[in-house]
């Protein structure tokens, strides 16, 4: 695939004279459009996706990205010390290293079960965080 200024996420920014430019590839599908977004007087446009589901995800990142966290919490009395994890949905980019400091403080304690809820709303964003394998 290769090319300067593709990658995954929002790689290219330039600047033009009435506007900015970012490149991106499309992670909705395998095919990995290469979108080219323009910024011309506060306002996004998109070409190079295949689909209308390309145009969506590059204004999401572009305007609000969002990510699915999967991280590690401690846990007490199973054969391992840590138990993965991962948010059911995605949460604001920009919350990511606050979750990852509010998930260090949890401590699990053995049964748990895949799918159990560790965290029911996670910094207030509606989303939860759920085990993501047992743990006897």
């Given at each position: 695939?290769?090319?300067?200024?593709?990658?995954?996420?929002?790689?290219?920014?330039?600047?033009?004279?009435?506007?900015?430019?970012?490149?991106?590839?499309?992670?909705?599908?395998?095919?990995?459009?290469?979108?080219?977004?323009?910024?011309?007087?506060?306002?996004?446009?998109?070409?190079?996706?295949?689909?209308p589901?390309?145009?969506?995800?590059?204004?999401?990142?572009?305007?609000?990205?969002?990510?699915?966290?999967?991280?590690?919490?401690?846990?007490?009395g199973?054969?391992?010390?840590?138990?993965p994890?991962?948010?059911?949905?995605?949460?604001?980019?920009?919350?990511?290293?606050?979750?990852?400091?509010?998930?260090?403080?949890?401590?699990?304690?053995?049964?748990?079960?895949?799918?159990?809820v560790?965290?029911?709303?996670?910094?207030?964003?509606?989303?939860?965080?759920?085990?993501?394998?047992?743990?006897?």
């Amino acid at each position: 695939r290769g090319g300067a200024g593709y990658g995954t996420g929002c790689e290219g920014r330039e600047r033009l004279m009435d506007g900015l430019e970012r490149r991106l590839v499309c992670i909705v599908c395998p095919k990995g459009c290469r979108l080219r977004a323009r910024q011309e007087e506060g306002r996004w446009t998109v070409e190079g996706n295949g689909c209308p589901r390309g145009e969506a995800y590059a204004l999401q990142e572009l305007t609000a990205p969002t990510r699915v966290l999967t991280t590690t919490v401690r846990l007490t009395g199973g054969a391992h010390p840590r138990l993965p994890v991962k948010t059911v949905g995605a949460i604001p980019k920009e919350r990511l290293f606050d979750a990852m400091e509010a998930l260090r403080q949890v401590e699990l304690t053995v049964p748990v079960r895949r799918g159990d809820v560790v965290v029911p709303d996670l910094l207030g964003t509606g989303i939860a965080v759920v085990a993501t394998q047992d743990a006897e």
